[in-house]
């Protein structure tokens, strides 16, 4: 049953991760944004200005720490990552007011009858609702409709939410439709809501053009040479991954042939490692790799939309028998081979042959129709939004 609707104004809001340091993150809500603008501009769209204490202040703690080593120099590369994100944050349409708080009432009370709608989402808003007064949850009434849009479970914690469960399914049925991004959020779902309308939507980061906001590779290229020194005299491989012994093992395989550069995460095994990327040059940076090796979803999304081949390995247990959320993109646009099991990913020949082959036979044709086919998933959301909530 879903809750009363009170407010008939035209202002939508997202709740959704905001002010997260975090590429992906970022750009899963600079995106949802201008794709919700683009596709309803008879509505306001506003992103709900909301972080946990814990969130908003964590890299400061970091520049701190680094300070407390005398290791000035990541310091300062960590304070000029925290000034690039602000900075891009101000292209967000955010509300007026900033809410930094762990008290879900006191954020309800802020939001209610706003809106016309609230939509959660995209990202993995879900996996924090094992609590039952967990923010996502929106479990209040607010006087709108409550949607979602390419939402993921992905990461709960399974024994809270189990003991939880009653709260939860019945803040979750205030919902009118579920929006997903994974099976595994879509089969907890089923589990719980089995009489919910639920179905896949695209991440949408996938809604970008990257050209309409970042400077061209070339441009790129020179400015990496001017401000990080770096040196194009062989391939550029990119790597996303804080798995040392992966990291070791591309040192040792591609050390020779390629110059490996470190987008996000410091490396010891890394040629250069770039922390502190403008965020806009984060999102044109995979163009210039040969290919990148990654076990993170969004850097997997940005190399292909790049153009350039991702290998990819997993973050979920061994023993999982559900798909990581990389490898279930992977599947949806039939690109598996591309995926490569943590526990296979051992240093030898096979594993470069492996690779080799990938990137040798990289369908670029087949994976520019795939993420077409993505990115109409949004249609069926705007059919079932307008549906429920007349957006």
């Not at 349409?93 to 939001?111: T, V």
């Not at 190399?303 to 949806?332: A, M, Q, Y």
């Not at 044709?365 to 993505?374: G, R, S, V, Y």
Request: overall charge positive; proline content about 3%; aromatic content about 14%.
């Amino acid at each position: 049953m879903v809750g009363i609707i009170t407010n008939s104004n035209n202002k939508i809001g997202i709740l959704t991760y905001c002010r997260t340091i975090n590429y992906g993150t970022y750009f899963q809500c600079f995106a949802l944004a201008k794709q919700l603008e683009k596709m309803l501009p008879q509505f306001k769209i506003e992103i709900i200005d909301y972080s946990y204490p814990s969130t908003y202040y964590r890299e400061y703690k970091g520049v701190i720490y680094y300070l407390s080593k005398f290791k000035f120099d990541l310091a300062y590369r960590k304070l000029i990552r925290i000034l690039n994100f602000r900075k891009a944050q101000k292209l967000l349409p955010y509300s007026k007011e900033k809410i930094i708080s762990y008290d879900s009432k006191k954020i309800f009370k802020k939001i209610k009858n706003k809106y016309m709608a609230i939509i959660l989402g995209s990202d993995t808003v879900l996996n924090s609702c094992s609590e039952p007064m967990n923010v996502f949850l929106l479990n209040d009434e607010f006087g709108c409709f409550k949607l979602t849009y390419a939402v993921s479970a992905y990461g709960i914690n399974s024994e809270k939410f189990e003991k939880n469960l009653p709260e939860i399914s019945k803040a979750l049925n205030d919902f009118s439709f579920f929006s997903v991004r994974d099976d595994v959020t879509s089969q907890m779902l089923k589990n719980i809501l089995p009489q919910k309308e639920i179905f896949y939507s695209c991440d949408p980061t996938l809604f970008l053009n990257l050209d309409d906001y970042c400077i061209s590779a070339n441009a790129l290229k020179e400015k990496l040479k001017r401000k990080h020194n770096m040196v194009f005299d062989k391939p550029l491989l990119g790597l996303m991954s804080e798995n040392n012994e992966v990291n070791l093992i591309v040192k040792k395989l591609f050390g020779e042939t390629h110059t490996i550069v470190s987008v996000g995460f410091l490396n010891e095994n890394a040629d250069y490692i770039l922390i502190d990327l403008p965020l806009f040059d984060w999102a044109r940076i995979f163009s210039l790799f040969e290919f990148t090796i990654t076990n993170y979803f969004h850097g997997t999304l940005f190399s292909l939309f790049n153009g350039t081949p991702p290998i990819c390995f997993n973050r979920k247990p061994s023993d999982s028998l559900s798909k990581g959320k990389v490898e279930d993109f992977l599947s949806r646009i039939d690109f598996e081979e591309h995926f490569i099991k943590e526990d296979e990913f051992i240093e030898g020949e096979e594993l470069l042959n492996k690779i080799n082959n990938i990137v040798k036979n990289f369908q670029l044709e087949k994976l520019n129709k795939a993420l077409l086919e993505q990115r109409e998933s949004f249609e069926i959301f705007l059919r079932k939004a307008n549906q429920y909530a007349n957006l």
